[in-house]
Every structure is written in structure tokens, then in C-alpha cells.
């Protein structure tokens, strides 16, 4: 899959990075000298931010938008590792190693993205510390989402795998619980490591028992979905 096209990329303006968890105890000068070292870049949504196997030498930061994080075989199957939205980042193991891009990422949405390089953020780390601290602990909650993945695709069968996606991403609104992002069985199905056949047929089923409601890929859990299909 072919890189796409990045738009010019322009200055930054002020407090980019404020509101990101990553950088919350540094003071405004020192944001101030980070944001100029980054590059803002906006992209459009299926844009492919980095390929598996790619040299690795940037770290990212979203700043609007969302990404999906993936795998994929030369057959062109994905199963989705992690999906990042506001205030996340990505390609930090380009900071500790220097081995290819472990995974693919792309946009899901028109997506705005800060960057910035190894050496850059390598002197950040020399003078803060603490975000090398902060910077483990997100690594570790990584470790323990893709242990938890594995540990389904493991045990739990293809119904299992999508029922626990569905509550997941479910959300109250207004009493009822909401997937917000709008998602195609082919999503559903990269996520769960299964055949968009075999989705659609439990989701039919799902339907057919009123346990969810779709309506435009718009997602909406009525009661308590059956432990077994």
C-alpha cells in the first residue's frame, strides 16, 4: 500500500501540545520550544501514515482526528492492533530502537498530526525524565491491551471476540448504549482476527434477536447480548 499524499506543512501555532497527556508537566516555554520542533501535517481520512517495515525515526502525535494501528499479510488481510484518537501517539519505539516500523497506520478520518524527530525528542528526554516515565507507563498499558487481544483470540470463539468489541466501544447516551463510530462489518471483522462472512452472518443473527439496532453503520446495543451464540 502506497504512501499518500501529505499536505504542505505549515508552523505550528501556539499550545499544541497542552492538552497532551505525554507533555503535562512541562511548563509553556518548554511546550513552546517543543512545537517548534514539530511538524504539522493534516491528512485525509485511508491515509497510510507508516507501513510495517518502514525505517523508524519519528514519533507522531494526533492533535484531531483518529487512527486504526494494523497488521496485514501479503494477501492484503488486516487485523486491527489499536485504534488512537486526540492527545495519543505513536512510533514512540523509534525513540528506544532502531528497528523497522513494527506496524502499519492509517487514518480514519481527516487527521492532524504532529511530528517529530528521534534526535529532537531524544534531547527532551535528556532534559525531562519524567515523560521517559510517562512515556513507559503508556508502553505498558499497550502491553497489557495486546495481551488482553491475544488472550481472546486465544479463548473466546468468533462470537465471543465480537460481542466483547461491541460492548467495547459502546458508550451511554441518553440511556442507551451507542457505538459512535460508524462501522462496516469488514472493521468489525479486522478487529476481531475473523471473515467479514462470518461477522455479518452473527450480526444478522444479533439483529434478527433485536439485541442491536444498525441504522447507517450506526450501532446501538438494546439489552444484554447473549453469552453464547
Not at 491528512?43 to 494526533?62: M, Q
Not at 527532551?124 to 505498558?140: E, G, K, Q, S, V
Not at 451511554?172 to 460508524?182: M, S, T, V
Not at 443473527?205 to 450501532?219: A, E, P
Amino acid at each position: 500500500m502506497g504512501r499518500a499524499r501529505q499536505s504542505m506543512a505549515h508552523k505550528p501555532e501556539p499550545a499544541i501540545f497542552e492538552n497532551v497527556p505525554l507533555f503535562a508537566k512541562l511548563l509553556p516555554g518548554e511546550l513552546k520550544v517543543l512545537e517548534q520542533h514539530a511538524t504539522i501535517r493534516t491528512y485525509p481520512r485511508n491515509s497510510v501514515i507508516i507501513n510495517e517495515g518502514d525505517d523508524a525515526s519519528t514519533l507522531f502525535v494526533i492533535l484531531s482526528g483518529q487512527v486504526k494501528v494494523f497488521l496485514s499479510n501479503e494477501e492484503g488481510k488486516e487485523i486491527v492492533v489499536n485504534m488512537q484518537g486526540l492527545g495519543e501517539h505513536f512510533g514512540e519505539l523509534a525513540l528506544i530502537d532502531s528497528a523497522p516500523r513494527s506496524a502499519s497506520v492509517m487514518t480514519v478520518e481527516k487527521t492532524r498530526l504532529a511530528s517529530i524527530s528521534k534526535a529532537d525528542f531524544s534531547k527532551i528526554l535528556a532534559d525531562h525524565p519524567d515523560i521517559a516515565l510517562r512515556l513507559i507507563n503508556n508502553l505498558a498499558a499497550r502491553v497489557r491491551v495486546l495481551s488482553e487481544n491475544v488472550k481472546n483470540l486465544a479463548l473466546l470463539d468468533v462470537y465471543g471476540r465480537v460481542a466483547k468489541t461491541l460492548l467495547s466501544l459502546a458508550h451511554e447516551q441518553d440511556g442507551k448504549l451507542i457505538i459512535a463510530e460508524r462501522l462496516t462489518q469488514q472493521d468489525i471483522a479486522n478487529r476481531v482476527g475473523a471473515s467479514r462472512e462470518m461477522v455479518a452472518r452473527i450480526m444478522k443473527d444479533l439483529v434478527s434477536g433485536q439485541y442491536i439496532t444498525v441504522d447507517n453503520k450506526r450501532i446501538q446495543i438494546n439489552e444484554k447480548l447473549p453469552e453464547h451464540y
